[in-house]
Each structure stands twice: as structure tokens, then as C-alpha cells.
């Protein structure tokens, strides 16, 4: 994930879509900054925010409630002209994939991979639970 290191402030041209605290927009890599121009230009996104609310879930790794902040929240007018709210989750595919143990792969390197994916199938699910009742 060559793109940790691409951490600034974004400041939005279109500021009164921004549903949160303008003046501390944080974006974490190339990513999310790319969707952050995305979600600041596009006339079809009506509102938008980053990490600015969370979603406690139980972590597998230590069994203890934590605080989930998803990366975003966008509210879109759709093609349709239907409204719709969205939970958006910026990830490198990897992350998103129960990893595979494979014979090149260090043994440190496939336990971090598995807890990271197990704490973001934890997140992911306390987010349909919470939403799904919304």
C-alpha cells in the first residue's frame, strides 16, 4: 500500500455540501483525496462528510467495544431522482479479501493481514446492523 504516507487537509470549493467540521477535512492517501475532490464537485452528490460520525462494534482481536469512524458519508441524487445515503469505506482491495496463506508469505506478515481483515469484517457488519435500524 505504497500511498500511507499521503496524509493532508482538503479544502473544498463547494464548502456548504460539507456536513461537518470545513476546516478539519483529513484525508489519510491519494484515495481519499481523490474522492474527496469527487464528492466536493459532482452536482449529484447533495451532501458529504468524512469520519464525522462512528459506529461502535465489538473488535475480534481483544473482544472490547470500539469506535468505528467510516471514512465517509455521501448523500446522492441518483440518475432515478431517487435520494439515497451512502457509507463509504476507502480500503486497497487486499484488505477486503480473507488472506491467503501462501508459502512465500511470512508468517507475521499472513497474522496481520487475517487480524486486519477480521477487524474490518467486524466494522463492516456492526455498520449494517447500525444502518439497516436507522
Known amino acids: 500500500m505504497g500511498d500511507k504516507f499521503h496524509k493532508g487537509r482538503f479544502n473544498p470549493q463547494n464548502p456548504e455540501k460539507y456536513k461537518g467540521d470545513v476546516r478539519n477535512i483529513i484525508y489519510r492517501s491519494s484515495w481519499e ?9 459532482k452536482i449529484d452528490v447533495l451532501e458529504w ?12 482481536i ?3 467495544v470500539h469506535k468505528y469512524f467510516p471514512d465517509f458519508f455521501v448523500k446522492l441524487k441518483e440518475r432515478s431522482g431517487q435520494i439515497k445515503k451512502y457509507v463509504i469505506e476507502v480500503k486497497p482491495k487486499s484488505q477486503t479479501k480473507k488472506p491467503i496463506r501462501t508459502p512465500r508469505k511470512r508468517n507475521k506478515t499472513f497474522i496481520t493481514e487475517a487480524l486486519t ?3 474490518n469484517v467486524a466494522k463492516w457488519k456492526a455498520a449494517q446492523e447500525q444502518l439497516f435500524l436507522e
Open 49 to 60: 462528510g468524512s469520519e464525522e460520525f462512528f459506529i461502535p462494534y465489538v473488535s475480534p
Open 62 to 64: 481483544d473482544g472490547k
Open 117 to 119: 481483515y477480521e477487524k
Open 33 to 41: 483525496l481523490k474522492f474527496m475532490k469527487y464528492c466536493d464537485r
